[in-house]
């Protein structure tokens, strides 16, 4: 039976939070998008089920176990699943909920088995400023991209969006759009509109208007806001202007991309889209960098390890900058803010970072993840107080 991938956006990650009958199974492994690398993928996938097996039987019967472990290995049987992954994977499943989220980042192996979902590698994707979605439009498709600066991926639009103006409009569709042929082809060119009649021409405006009106109202309501990406439009040159008129989307970005995206590679049009996305995400670390060290001035912002855990188990820190890829061994005591270094190899012992950013989350201050090129300091983290 093939396995439903989910979206992973903030909504499920909340989810995810909630508190959820256990035990809860976590489960994460980096993963390969080609052959020959993929093929290993499965069997490692089969080695962390066999570890979450070892814990369930510590504490569950046979029967149970084999009931929480069941659609893990539906998912360890599903040769499609395997031949279509990106570069990591999360699968986290419990005795109601089970979900399975394919990354654009590779993620460090574990499987765990506890009382809540270990889900601080997902909040960590999430939080990397520098992903992006890309919608791709024309008369004859409608798709959409995400991605960022490494790599581009076309995903499942939700079933709300329509896919095509023919989908769309149906049988409201005008006399001059019944053959969509009399618009831009499937390429990058487009073919001259022929009309007879000015009202004719009058009406297929009106079709290309409302058509984008439910494009832009469905990417809006399903895709935007649930991941807050900015949105580049990838369309013929004559639509843009039409589409930018009638969309209530904020995420969508007023540099676009004038060409049909079929007309150009994956990779291509994930060059193109990062050479749009750049100078933004370049000015948001730049702006992230001044506003830290502003408030640090001020004597509101602080990159001391100890002083940060203490203001943000206090409610106070508003943003908070945490360097990619960097570990602190340790933990912390989310109620008064004390730390305690540890070994990270010992596996019980979790990330600071992460617990920070976790921690800073629940309190309603914002968490983001920057490069260690372009973090203000050299501690790992940076964090601006409310108060």
């Given at each position: 039976?093939?396995q439903?991938?989910?979206?992973?956006?903030?909504?499920?990650?909340?989810?995810?939070?909630?508190?959820?009958?256990?035990?809860?199974?976590?489960?994460?492994?980096p993963?390969?998008?080609c052959?020959p690398?993929?093929?290993?993928?499965?069997i490692?996938?089969g080695?962390?089920?066999?570890?979450?097996?070892?814990?369930?039987?510590?504490?569950y019967?046979?029967?149970?176990?084999r009931?929480?472990?069941?659609p893990?290995?539906?998912?360890?049987?599903?040769?499609d699943?395997?031949?279509?992954?990106?570069?990591?994977?999360?699968?986290?499943?419990?005795?109601?909920?089970?979900?399975?989220?394919?990354?654009?980042?590779?993620?460090?192996?574990?499987?765990?088995?506890?009382d809540?979902?270990?889900?601080?590698?997902?909040?960590?994707?999430?939080?990397?400023?520098?992903?992006?979605?890309?919608?791709?439009?024309?008369?004859?498709?409608?798709?959409?991209?995400?991605?960022?600066?490494?790599t581009?991926?076309?995903?499942?639009?939700?079933?709300?969006?329509?896919?095509t103006?023919?989908?769309?409009?149906?049988?409201?569709?005008t006399?001059?759009?019944?053959?969509?042929?009399?618009?831009?082809?499937?390429?990058?060119?487009?073919?001259?509109?022929?009309?007879?009649?000015?009202?004719?021409?009058?009406?297929?405006?009106?079709?290309?208007?409302?058509?984008?009106?439910?494009?832009?109202?469905?990417?809006?309501?399903h895709?935007?806001?649930?991941?807050?990406?900015?949105?580049?439009?990838?369309?013929l040159?004559?639509?843009?202007?039409?589409?930018?008129?009638?969309?209530?989307?904020?995420?969508?970005?007023?540099?676009?991309?004038?060409?049909?995206?079929?007309?150009?590679?994956?990779?291509?049009?994930?060059?193109?889209a990062?050479?749009?996305?750049?100078?933004q995400?370049?000015?948001?670390?730049?702006?992230?960098?001044?506003?830290?060290?502003?408030?640090?001035?001020?004597?509101?912002?602080?990159?001391?390890?100890?002083?940060?855990?203490?203001?943000?188990?206090?409610?106070?820190?508003?943003?908070?900058?945490?360097?990619?890829?960097r570990?602190?061994?340790?933990?912390?005591?989310?109620?008064?803010?004390?730390?305690?270094?540890a070994?990270?190899s010992?596996?019980?012992?979790?990330?600071?970072?992460d617990?920070?950013?976790?921690?800073?989350?629940?309190?309603?201050?914002?968490?983001?993840?920057?490069?260690?090129?372009?973090?203000?300091g050299?501690?790992?983290?940076?964090?601006?107080y409310?108060?």
């Amino acid at each position: 039976m093939p396995q439903k991938k989910n979206v992973l956006t903030i909504d499920s990650l909340a989810e995810l939070a909630l508190v959820h009958q256990p035990p809860c199974l976590s489960l994460y492994q980096p993963t390969h998008r080609c052959s020959p690398e993929n093929q290993q993928d499965p069997i490692r996938f089969g080695n962390l089920v066999k570890e979450l097996e070892a814990s369930l039987r510590q504490t569950y019967p046979a029967a149970q176990t084999r009931l929480l472990l069941e659609p893990f290995e539906d998912l360890a049987g599903d040769p499609d699943f395997w031949n279509h992954t990106l570069d990591g994977l999360a699968v986290l499943g419990g005795p109601s909920l089970f979900r399975v989220f394919q990354l654009q980042r590779p993620v460090a192996e574990l499987a765990v088995v506890a009382d809540s979902f270990h889900t601080k590698p997902l909040r960590r994707f999430l939080q990397s400023i520098d992903r992006y979605q890309v919608l791709g439009l024309s008369f004859r498709k409608v798709q959409l991209f995400e991605g960022n600066r490494d790599t581009l991926d076309e995903i499942d639009p939700a079933p709300e969006v329509p896919l095509t103006m023919i989908e769309a409009l149906g049988a409201e569709l005008t006399e001059p759009h019944q053959t969509v042929a009399s618009y831009g082809g499937v390429g990058g060119g487009s073919r001259p509109m022929h009309h007879s009649q000015g009202g004719k021409k009058d009406e297929a405006d009106i079709d290309a208007e409302r058509f984008f009106r439910a494009v832009d109202r469905a990417v809006l309501e399903h895709s935007s806001r649930p991941s807050g990406l900015p949105l580049i439009l990838a369309a013929l040159p004559e639509h843009h202007h039409l589409f930018h008129r009638v969309s209530q989307n904020p995420l969508l970005m007023g540099e676009g991309l004038m060409i049909n995206p079929d007309s150009l590679t994956v990779d291509e049009l994930r060059q193109r889209a990062w050479q749009v996305v750049e100078p933004q995400y370049q000015s948001r670390l730049a702006a992230l960098a001044d506003e830290f060290m502003a408030a640090k001035s001020n004597g509101l912002g602080s990159d001391d390890l100890e002083q940060v855990a203490q203001a943000a188990a206090a409610g106070r820190v508003s943003t908070l900058l945490i360097e990619a890829d960097r570990r602190i061994a340790g933990r912390l005591d989310g109620v008064t803010g004390r730390i305690e270094i540890a070994d990270l190899s010992h596996p019980q012992v979790d990330d600071l970072l992460d617990d920070l950013g976790e921690l800073v989350s629940e309190m309603g201050g914002r968490v983001m993840v920057i490069p260690a090129g372009q973090m203000p300091g050299q501690t790992g983290l940076a964090a601006t107080y409310r108060h």
